[in-house]
């Protein structure tokens, strides 16, 4: 968090599952934070189960992995066209 206040990025990419703070918990802070809350934030996971209990829809958007180029070029392009991201 202190690094994104430092230098705010276009886009958030984090894991589900990190050792100190989970993924959720990053977008719940991010969200707190009137400086970052505009960001779309993406959950990368492997886990399809919380994608299907609906666990992930707080995010604006969700990987599954294995990640592809071609799903970064997708997800970049649609956030993109939805104004969300500038290039």
């Given at each position: 968090l202190r690094k994104m206040r430092e230098s705010v990025?276009?886009?958030v990419m984090t894991d589900m599952w990190m050792p100190v703070m989970n993924g959720a918990g990053?977008?719940?802070?991010i969200r707190k934070d009137d400086a970052l809350k505009h960001l779309p934030v993406v959950i990368v996971?492997?886990?399809?189960e919380a994608l299907e209990k609906g666990a992930l829809e707080q995010f604006d958007a969700v990987i599954l992995k294995p990640i592809s180029k071609e799903k970064l070029h997708n997800l970049f392009?649609?956030?993109y066209k939805q104004k969300k991201i500038g290039i």
């Open positions: 990025p276009n886009l990053l977008l719940a802070e996971t492997a886990d399809a392009m649609d956030f």
